[in-house]
Structure formats: C-alpha cells, structure tokens
C-alpha cells in the first residue's frame, strides 16, 4: 500500500506540546537553582497549569487524534500493539500511558506546589488555605515527585530516538509541521475556533483561580509598639 500525507496535528496541539517542554524546563531549572529564581519558578507553574488545563479541555473539543477518546489505551488496544496488530495513527496505545502519566504527574506537581513552602521567603499562592503542616507535606512530595518527571523524560526521549532509528518513524516531525506520511487514517478534522476560545477561556479562568488573586489581602500588621523611656 502507498502512504498518503494527513494532516494529523493541529496548531494548537503543536503549540501546548512545545511549549509545554519549555516551560518544564524552565520550572525544573528554576526549581534546582532556587533562590532568586524560585519566584519565577512559581510563575511558570502557574502557567503550566494553564498549559494543562487547556489540554485537559482540548483533550474533549479538539481535533480528531488530540481527542482523548480517539487513543486512550483499552485493553483490546494494548493487546494488538503488543502483538504488533495496531496500525492506528496518532498516539499508540504505550505512548498513550506517556500522556496521561505525564499530565497527571504534572497536574499533582502544579496542585502541591500552590500550597508549597519554601521555610524561607516563598509560599505558593494558595498557602493560607491549608496547614503548615499539610503545606510542609505537599512541599515535600513536589520534590519527590520531580524525580518522576525527570524518568518520564528521559523515557519520552528514549522511545522518540527508538521509532526514529528502529522503526524509522520520525515523530518530531510532525508536531512540527503538523502532517505525516502515513499507509492509515485520514487527516485531523474539528477544533474550530469556539472550541479553541472556550478551552483559552476555561484555561484563563484556571490560572487566576490558581493564582491566589481573588482570596481576601492579609490583615496589617500590628502597630508597633513605643518602648518607653524610663
């Protein structure tokens, strides 16, 4: 059978994938440095949480393959991968595991870390919401969880550098370009422009509740007190 070209990426899939690496890494530098820097880190979080929730939504509203439903790893999926039956187009039924492992871990890193401490001049944005103590716990499990993404990484690499050189399928490509040379499926259709607004919206409105902007300001401090002159 001669392959045919689909369009199997859409801008906004392509454009949360990349920049979603780069503000990964951004946070996970950040988040090593410290210091200064953890500002910003609390600042990119922020907007992967966007990132995310903007996926979660156009994970439902988006174009065919970026649809959850169109590659969400069944059983009967898993199977017919593992005995080399799968022939689908767009996420496989391993690579599926990989997003939504990585949007989880993600989505738990981005929740502790709005309730996370640093002990020294940092405190996310919905600390006051929670305890000291549940906030010194959920701190401690961002830093365990980081490990985990840094796995899932390197796994994600390993499995891209495997289809390019094993199989000689070139995945990067197409989150590039959007298209790719394949014998199945046919090109991406949905996500109109209502759907990419409402998931910008929903995304938007994710972000400021995250960021703390709509709790109550802090009561002033006391007023200090005179020391008298005996």
Do not use: C
Not at 51 to 56: A, E
């Amino acid at each position: 059978m001669n392959s045919k070209r689909i369009f199997l990426w859409d801008l906004p899939t392509r454009l949360f994938h990349w920049s979603l690496v780069l503000s990964v890494t951004a946070a996970l530098i950040s988040g090593q440095v410290g210091g200064n820097f953890i500002e910003w880190h609390g600042k990119i979080g922020l907007f992967i949480i966007g990132l995310i929730v903007f996926r979660l939504v156009w994970g439902v509203l988006g174009s065919t393959y970026a649809r959850f439903a169109q590659f969400f790893p069944t059983p009967t999926k898993v199977k017919a991968y593992l005995r080399g039956e799968w022939h689908g187009v767009g996420h496989n039924p391993l690579g599926a595991f990989s997003v939504f492992g990585l949007l989880g871990l993600l989505s738990f890193q981005m929740i502790s870390g709005l309730f996370g401490n640093d002990d020294i001049t940092f405190y996310g944005p919905l600390f006051d919401l929670v305890s000291k103590d549940l906030s010194n716990k959920l701190t401690s499990l961002h830093h365990l969880a980081s490990n985990l993404i840094y796995l899932l990484i390197a796994l994600h690499i390993g499995a891209i550098a495997f289809y390019a050189h094993v199989k000689k399928d070139n995945l990067v490509k197409p989150m590039i370009t959007g298209w790719k040379e394949s014998k199945d499926g046919e090109s991406a259709k949905g996500g109109g422009l209502v759907a990419l607004l409402l998931a910008i919206g929903i995304a938007g409105a994710a972000v400021y509740a995250a960021s703390g902007a709509w709790l109550p300001p802090p009561p002033p401090p006391p007023p200090a007190t005179e020391t008298p002159n005996w």
